[in-house]
Nanobody, 125 residues
Framework: QVQLVESGGGLVQAGGSLRLSCVAS????????MGWFRQAPGKEREFVAA????????YYADSVKGRFTFAKANAQNTVYLQMNSLKPEDTAVYYC??????????????????WGQGTQVTVSS
């Protein structure tokens, strides 16, 4: 198993930036594809971004494309989500997730067995 711990959330004004971090421990970090998801109050958890285990491919939801960037630091067992040009509709709890590098599927939350505890991001207008 892999354990995930997110940090970096907070309150920011619209147009501002935040960088979320997710530190992984347990099994070998490079064995996992990683993802970021978010859940706003009263809404279902949704896909934000994903990165393959090698870091060679990244995928973004249309709503964040061009504003968010997924990065990985293998030596620190850490992934990051750099969020720029934040909007009030980005307000949510953000979760880091992991799944086996051998898994082939889409980017639904149910396809990721490992989750962090979440970090709150609030964007004021």
């Amino acid at each position: 198993q892999v354990q995930l711990v997110e940090s970096g959330g907070g309150l920011v004004q619209a147009g501002g930036s935040l960088r979320l971090s997710c530190v992984a421990s347990g099994r070998t970090f490079s064995n996992y594809d990683m993802g970021w998801f978010r859940q706003a109050p009263g809404k279902e958890r949704e896909f934000v971004a994903a990165m393959t285990w090698s870091g060679g491919s990244t995928y973004y939801a249309d709503s964040v494309k061009g504003r968010f960037t997924f990065a990985k630091a293998n030596a620190q067992n850490t992934v990051y989500l750099q969020m720029n040009s934040l909007k009030p509709e980005d307000t949510a709890v953000y979760y880091c997730a992991a799944r086996s590098r051998f898994y082939t599927g889409d980017y639904y939350p149910r396809e990721y067995p490992y989750w962090g505890q979440g970090t709150q991001v609030t964007v004021s207008s």
